[in-house]
C-alpha cells in the first residue's frame, strides 16, 4: 500500500487561530480525502480533495472553515480555520488504492489536535 | 437510522476463541466493504475487504457479506490478545464511484489471556 504522512502529528492552538495540515503520499493517487474523529467517535469524512480543482464537501462542512488544496496527485493541505475548541480532533488524510483491480482505502497516522 | 451501525462493545472473548464482530448498513446501492483495525491512539489500519456475497478468508480473518439483509461481519479466529481494538466496519456511499466512505461507531474487543 501507499506510504502517507502527516505533519504535525500533533498540536495545541489557541482558539481563533488557524491550522494547516499536510499529507504527503510516496506514490502519484487520484482520489485523497480528509477524515475528522472526535474524541471517543468514529471517522466522518469531511471532503474529498480533487487534484486541480475545489475540493468536494460533505454536508456539514464548508470551503470556509476547512479550505483543502491539493497541488499535485501526492499532496494535498486541510486548514481548520478559526478554531474553537470543538475543533478538538484527530484529522487523518486518506488515499485509495487502486492496484490489484480493487479500490481500498488508506489512512496517514493523523494529526491529533486540541484547541484551548 | 444509521448508515452504518455497529454494537460498541465491549465484546469480550477469551484467547484462542473466534471473535464475531457484526455491522449492518441502510444503503442497499453500496458496493465495497472494509473491516477496519484501530488501536488506541493510532490511525485505522485496513485488515479485510469485501465486494461479493459470501465469505473472504485471510489468515486469521473471514469476512462475511450478506446484501439481501445488508449485514456483513468479520470473524477472527484463534483470538490473540494483540487483536485487542477497536474493529470499525466501513460502507462505500452509494453505487458512484466516488470512494467515499461512511464508518461505524466501532465495536471493541477484548481478548483476554
Known amino acids: 500500500s501507499a506510504v502517507i504522512s502527516q505533519k504535525p502529528s500533533r498540536d495545541i492552538c489557541q482558539r481563533g487561530t488557524s491550522l494547516t495540515i499536510q499529507c504527503q503520499v510516496d506514490s502519484q493517487v487520484t482520489m485523497m480525502f480528509w477524515y475528522r474523529q472526535q474524541p471517543g467517535q468514529s471517522l466522518t469524512l469531511i471532503a474529498t480533495a480533487n487534484q486541480g480543482s475545489e475540493a468536494t464537501y460533505e454536508s456539514g462542512f464548508v470551503i470556509d472553515k476547512f479550505p483543502i488544496s491539493r497541488p499535485n496527485l501526492t499532496f494535498s493541505t486541510l486548514t481548520v480555520s478559526n478554531m474553537s475548541p470543538e475543533d478538538s480532533s484527530i484529522y487523518l488524510c486518506?488515499?485509495?488504492?487502486?492496484?490489484?483491480?480493487?479500490?481500498?482505502?488508506?489512512f496517514g497516522p493523523g494529526t491529533r489536535l486540541l484547541v484551548l | 437510522q444509521k448508515e452504518v451501525e455497529q454494537n460498541s462493545g465491549p465484546l469480550s472473548v477469551p484467547e484462542g476463541a473466534i471473535a464475531s464482530l457484526n455491522c449492518t448498513y441502510s444503503?442497499?446501492?453500496?458496493?465495497?466493504f472494509f473491516w477496519y483495525r484501530q488501536y488506541s491512539g493510532k490511525s485505522p489500519e485496513l485488515i479485510m475487504f469485501?465486494?461479493?456475497?459470501g465469505d473472504k478468508e485471510d489468515g486469521r480473518f473471514t469476512a462475511q457479506l450478506n446484501k439481501a439483509s445488508q449485514y456483513v461481519s468479520l470473524l477472527i479466529r484463534d483470538s490473540q490478545p494483540s487483536d485487542s481494538a477497536t474493529y470499525l466496519c466501513a460502507v462505500s456511499k452509494g453505487s458512484s464511484n466516488t470512494g467515499k466512505l461512511i464508518f461505524g461507531q466501532g465495536t471493541t474487543l477484548q481478548v483476554k489471556p
Open positions: 444503503d442497499r446501492g453500496s458496493q465495497s
Open positions: 469485501i465486494y461479493s456475497n
Open positions: 486518506s488515499v485509495e488504492d487502486r492496484r490489484g483491480g480493487g479500490k481500498t482505502q488508506y
